[in-house]
């Protein structure tokens, strides 16, 4: 069966640092892969999308690599700041923008 | 952006009866929204898919019967828990795929619901 695996435990950095997030999955070939930002009570924000013939992808502070061949994303943070701290999603899709299937996510902590 | 309301964020019902969780698309038509659930410190779980004008696709191990989803318009879907037991408790999120968009996908804020 499909599984997407993050790493369960929380992530603990300091500010200034860069975050390094894992996304791995396994019996899946997804057409694209999206990040999320989810905060306490809320609901997901949506970061960056990746899709299967791209390496990687930036947007300011956030960047963004797909290994279809390791079936593995990282996500990275850099100068982290304490605003940071939240629940990271991945998210993996097929084409067509049909349903998303989720990571189990990682809590990052930036502390000051 | 697009903008996903979903209302209430926050509800408090008694076993056995039924709640109504509204999700609205403010600024764009969506022929298909999600339902996900969420359980403390896990991640979402997709309960159905549900499109605009047709029956809901229910996940597997998802009662249709228990999760009813109505999608009578281009920006408004609703989901009601019948019957609802506290192990219906949790947290539910609702998306709009929004076709404009790069990544299709706008959630809602989610509903936390506590049966008592």
């Known amino acids: 069966s499909q599984k997407i695996e993050q790493n369960s435990e929380a992530l603990n950095i300091q500010e200034g640092k860069t975050a390094t997030l894992t996304c791995n999955y396994t019996n899946y070939s997804p057409a694209y892969l999206q990040w999320y930002r989810q905060d306490p009570g809320r609901g997901p924000v949506f970061l960056l999308l990746i899709r299967e013939n791209e390496k990687e992808k930036r947007k300011e502070r956030l960047k963004v690599t797909f290994d279809t061949t390791l079936k593995q994303s990282l996500f990275h943070i850099t100068a982290s700041q304490p605003a940071d701290s939240a629940t990271y999603l991945c998210?993996?899709?097929?084409?067509?923008?049909?349903?998303?299937?989720f990571g189990t996510g990682t809590r990052l902590l930036v502390s000051p | 952006g697009a903008v996903v309301s979903q209302h209430p964020s926050r509800v408090i019902c008694k076993s056995g009866t039924s709640v109504k969780i509204e999700c609205r698309s403010l600024d764009f038509q969506a022929t298909t929204m999600f339902w996900y659930r969420q359980f403390p410190k896990k991640s979402l779980m997709l309960m159905a898919t549900s499109n605009e004008g047709s029956k809901a696709t229910y996940e597997q191990g998802v009662e249709k019967d228990k999760f009813l989803i109505n999608h009578a318009s281009l920006t408004l879907s609703t989901l009601t828990v019948t019957s609802a037991h506290p192990e219906d408790s949790s947290f539910y999120i609702c998306?709009?795929?929004?076709?404009?968009?790069?990544?299709?996908?706008?959630f809602g804020s989610g509903t936390r619901l506590t049966v008592v």
């Open positions: 998210a993996l899709g097929n084409t067509g923008f049909q349903k998303l299937v």
């Open positions: 998306s709009a795929r929004d076709e404009g968009a790069l990544y299709g996908y706008t």
